[in-house]
């Protein structure tokens, strides 16, 4: 069966008075029917703009895709304009932000803002759509939700607003929904309700996802497959539960143990796996493996500073981009 | 035990709430904090954790009397802080320093980094220009910081960069107690555990107390001895870091213990579990 979404060889650039920026450098994704995938990196590894490049949401210029093909239910979204992209985003292909606040406009209230979605897409009359905002309110956990149509933003705290932003990103059904780290400006009881909110909704409208976030714990509660970005690539990709019991790239590993375990009796007394340096100048990434500066097995394989590594599978289902995961690296004689 | 360095007992902070353009009146008040108490013991770290509008900043910035406290008593070093006034109270400032969140706001961009570090000493007048100049260098050193980059300014610097940058100042005044205000929230994962390892070293080596505030539980397990979990303007439960992440008592603790992603899918399905026993705890939010 053909993937939902399936992004090929991505390649998104910054044009800017300093050089091109290669935020997204060969980017491959793909999204099954109903399914999760979950992009977990660090800022500016690419992420959100891998996202954004998928609803063609990036200012051009600077923005430009100079390469790759973003092929969504059939049709290749690269080659489409302005005006037919309209009419699959927010009704094909939906998006949550990070900031609930800035996702809506102040002036006016939710009711009105729902009210638009339904009306354009679906074409519904006013009465109609008011009647099916109410039921969306309510669907996503809003209590009185016939008289909160009425309220504005600022009126909601600010998990209560993403609630907003998340009935908005539902009301046409779409097939795909694109949340870019939903949950980072909520606090941890109310990010629970709403991981579980996107999760309920996910499972009745049979929706695809990508969940975008800097987040382990949030990728592993939610994903079905996890991809995870460095400097404008990916640089492993597994189902999650593969991915957390058995990481093979570098990175992967060094992020996981570079987090503070909530379990563990010993933290106190012991200092955390810091990552050296930090992400390499996407103005001039290293031509061969971009990890490699602060890769502790980079002295190991003498194609690191030459040879940029190729994303290969591992195990069924397991993608890495390494000279040397986990499973292949020889035991240190003692 | 021998007396603590920090004493807070029953701190309240209102914030009264106005009404009315012409005949101002009070109508009521906010009790962001509301009879938090506390000890910390030299060369221990306290971690205060608890949601946003908790009241955890402005526990901080009442105990340094940035804000005036409503009531209640701030003892420091032995002496008590709330009836301080003008030269007393900035000497006394001079061994409690603040550490922010947001590397990006609590620097002056217009000042270089061997001005923002050396300002404090010389806010205290303390030694020459040429020895401010040598501290400086000396306390870029031991956060980790090239002090060839002295006379650069803080936007050229990444955010783990610049927390290191914070950390120097507010260590300047070779003080005892360090309140972290969140000092790691801005980062990310990787740079986080450096500035953390960076916090965990200075503590060791220099012999320092903090109050160490955050939201998020694994990093405050990791930097604690004991730990106060507030909700409300209040503490709802506190005692030994250990105890409480092992066997939390209120239910408040325990629905925020739950909510915590791991990046553990074993784990992970049991805190779901628990969580949904827990539901009628979690605040509509």
Redesign the interface.
């Known amino acids: 069966m053909a993937p939902l979404l399936a992004v090929k060889d991505l390649r998104t650039h910054f044009f800017t008075r300093a050089g091109v920026v290669r935020a997204v450098d060969g980017v491959d994704l793909a999204v099954e029917k109903g399914k999760t995938l979950g992009i977990v990196g660090?800022?500016g590894c690419g992420k959100s703009v891998t996202a954004l490049s998928i609803m063609r949401l990036l200012p051009e210029p600077p923005a430009r895709i100079v390469s790759g093909s973003i092929h969504f239910d059939e049709r290749e979204l690269t080659t489409l304009s302005q005006r037919q992209l309209e009419d699959i985003r927010g009704r094909q292909i939906a998006m949550v932000f990070q900031d609930p606040m800035t996702a809506l406009n102040p002036t006016l209230t939710i009711g009105t803002q729902l009210v638009e979605v339904l009306q354009r897409h679906l074409g519904l009359d006013k009465g109609a759509a008011r009647r099916r905002a109410a039921e969306l309110l309510e669907e996503v956990g809003i209590?009185r939700a016939r008289e909160r149509l009425d309220d504005y933003p600022h009126r909601f705290?600010?998990?209560?607003r993403q609630r907003v932003v998340i009935a908005i990103a539902v009301a046409c059904e779409p097939r795909l929904l694109i949340a870019d780290e939903p949950t980072t400006a909520?606090?941890?009881?109310?990010?629970?309700?709403v991981?579980?909110l996107l999760d309920d909704l996910q499972r009745e409208h049979r929706m695809a996802m990508i969940l975008i976030t800097?987040?382990?714990?949030?990728?592993?509660?939610s994903a079905d497959d996890v991809a995870v970005m460095y400097a404008g690539q990916i640089v492993e990709q597994a189902p999650?539960?593969e991915l957390?019991?058995r990481p093979e790239h570098p990175y992967t590993e060094?992020?996981?143990a570079?987090?503070?375990?909530?379990?563990?009796?010993r933290?106190?007394g012991?200092?955390?796996?810091?990552?050296?340096g930090?992400p390499p100048d996407l103005l001039d990434p290293p031509q061969a493996c971009r990890f490699a500066a602060r890769c502790p097995y980079a002295g190991c394989a003498d194609s690191c500073p030459v040879e940029p590594p190729i994303l290969r599978e591992l195990r069924p289902g397991h993608w890495v981009r390494s000279a040397h995961p986990a499973s292949e690296r020889q035991p240190v004689p003692a | 035990m021998t007396e603590p360095l920090l004493s807070v007992c029953d701190l309240k902070v209102h914030f009264p709430i106005r009404r009315g353009l012409l005949f101002d009146r009070t109508v009521g008040h906010v009790k962001a904090v509301d009879g938090v108490s506390f000890d910390l013991q030299q060369g221990q770290t306290l971690g205060l954790v608890g949601?946003?509008g908790s009241g955890k900043s402005t526990t901080a910035h009442a105990i340094l009397q940035l804000l005036r406290p409503t009531a209640g008593s701030v003892r420091f070093g032995g002496r008590e802080l709330m009836n301080l006034r003008g030269e007393e109270l900035r000497r006394a400032r001079r061994d409690m320093q603040i550490v922010f969140q947001d590397p990006y706001a609590s620097l002056n961009p217009r000042m270089t980094v061997g001005k923002i570090v050396a300002e404090p000493l010389q806010t205290h007048r303390i030694g020459t220009r040429p020895s401010r100049r040598a501290s400086v260098a000396h306390l870029l050193e031991l956060v980790g910081f090239d002090p060839a980059y002295t006379n650069r300014y803080p936007h050229e610097f990444?955010g783990?960069q610049r927390q290191r940058i914070g950390i120097a100042r507010a260590l300047a005044l070779n003080p005892k107690l360090i309140i972290c205000d969140e000092p790691v929230s801005a980062l990310?994962?990787?740079?986080?555990?450096?500035i953390?390892?960076l916090l965990?070293?200075l503590q060791h080596d220099l012999g320092l107390t903090y109050l160490f505030i955050a939201?998020?539980?694994?990093?405050v397990?990791?930097?604690?001895?004991t730990v106060a979990v507030m909700h409300s303007g209040k503490i709802v439960e506190q005692g030994a870091?250990?105890a409480i992440?092992?066997n939390p008592q209120s239910s408040y603790t325990k629905?925020?213990?739950?909510?915590?992603?791991?990046?553990?899918?074993e784990?992970?399905n049991a805190r779901?579990a628990e969580?949904q026993h827990l539901r009628p705890h979690?605040?509509?939010?």
């Open positions: 660090e800022s209590p705290s600010g998990g209560m909520l606090d941890v009881t109310v990010q629970a309700q991981l579980d800097h987040n382990m714990g949030v990728v592993a509660e999650a539960g957390f019991a060094a992020l996981l570079a987090l503070p375990d909530l379990d563990d009796p933290a106190r012991r200092r955390l796996a810091a990552i050296p930090r | 949601e946003s990444s783990g990310d994962v990787s740079i986080q555990a450096q953390l390892n965990k070293d939201h998020d539980l694994a990093v397990r990791a930097m604690s001895d870091a250990d992440y092992r629905a925020l213990l739950a909510a915590v992603p791991v990046p553990d899918p784990r992970m779901k969580r979690f605040a509509q939010g």
